[in-house]
């Protein structure tokens, strides 16, 4: 079986003048090398692809494969991760990881957030700001919390994200509107603890895997967990295994759970909750194209604690992409 790989490699956009958070989301071949060494070991041949335009070139020159693993996090627009998934929609070619229904709404937080409160899932209170002066027409309580609706990696949350008037939100909106060009989530801020949620699956096969609680030090950004934190999370974060014996850990994962299995999320992801100050967990976003750096990643970091190698986290990505399609050819012919 010959899987090919999709995905953005970050020294091709630094190498043609993009700075370091406009790249913050790709990869590094660190990564690629880590999956592509998994899937070799799993007993599978691999082909690298690239990005979207490689793919379209490679789908050109009639080049198929019998699986596609997906990581292409794309560059442009608010629907780019779904762009390589579409591609391969329109060839009929398999893929691990989400469709680029799933991918557009789980990149556009508010959308996100619209779908998980439909389902009855808690998050906080929410608007969405598309000019500065929409600011002012914002009817939530203090303190607030503002990030860029599409963006991952924490691209655009610093300290000031956490906001305690008016005015200041006026003033973090006008900044975040022309850094990002898109509009700026606002939402109530969360004082509680944070956690991230490992899953693998899709639909009534979804599992959770555990769960990792964030605790920043020191030194670090306070209250947030910031793009700065993220980048330098050896020296500004611990992680810590959340145990199951703990009932907030415990609710945490309920509500992962539901989120993954109300957005339509597959094969493997991880879904962030945090707890309000009375340390009642809150959807806050789910992540259906995780980062898979076997070091530095969240959801491998998660699986280290777990004792889970991370050929076996591929193995069950790869696993429940493979069933899924299964399932769905077996549907199709009946």
């Known amino acids: 079986m010959t899987i090919g790989l999709t995905y953005d490699l970050r020294d091709d956009y630094l190498a043609e003048g993009y700075g370091d958070e406009e790249t913050a989301e790709f990869d590094r071949p660190a990564t690629i090398e880590g999956i592509e060494g998994a899937l070799a070991e799993l007993g599978y041949q691999t082909d690298r692809i690239g990005n979207a335009k490689a793919l379209v070139r490679r789908l050109a020159q009639g080049d198929r494969w019998d699986l596609v693993f997906n990581i292409a996090e794309g560059f442009r627009g608010r629907a780019r991760e779904s762009q390589v998934p579409a591609i391969l929609d329109?060839?009929?070619l398999p893929y691990t990881f989400s469709d680029p229904l799933v991918l557009s709404v789980a990149l556009h937080k508010d959308v996100t957030k619209t779908v998980v409160h439909r389902s009855g899932i808690p998050t906080p209170e929410f608007a969405l700001v598309e000019r500065a002066a929409e600011a002012d027409a914002v009817d939530l309580p203090f303190p607030l919390f503002a990030k860029p609706v599409a963006e991952g990696t924490s691209k655009g949350v610093t300290a000031a994200s956490k906001i305690l008037d008016h005015k200041t939100l006026r003033a973090v909106c006008a900044d975040l509107l022309q850094r990002f060009q898109q509009p700026v989530l606002v939402e109530t801020f969360l004082s509680g603890r944070e956690f991230t949620v490992g899953i693998t699956g899709t639909a009534a096969e979804a599992r959770v895997l555990g769960t990792m609680e964030i605790f920043l030090l020191p030194q670090a950004e306070a209250e947030v967990y910031s793009?700065?934190?993220?980048?330098?999370?050896?020296?500004?974060?611990?992680?810590?295994?959340?145990?199951?014996?703990?009932?907030?850990?415990?609710?945490?994962?309920?509500?992962?759970?539901?989120?993954?299995r109300a957005l339509g999320c597959r094969d493997g992801g991880r879904v962030d909750i945090r707890c309000d100050g009375n340390q009642c967990p809150n959807f806050i976003e789910a992540n259906p194209l995780p980062g898979l750096h076997p070091q530095h990643s969240d959801l491998p970091i998660l699986c280290g604690f777990l004792g889970i190698a991370y050929v076996d986290l591929i193995d069950r990505i790869v696993t429940s992409a493979r069933q899924r399609i299964t399932n769905e050819v077996g549907a199709r012919s009946c």
């Open 90 to 92: 329109v060839y009929q």
């Open 227 to 260: 793009y700065k934190n993220k980048e330098l999370c050896d020296d500004l974060v611990r992680y810590g295994l959340g145990q199951p014996e703990d009932p907030v850990v415990r609710e945490v994962e309920r509500i992962a759970l539901a989120s993954w």
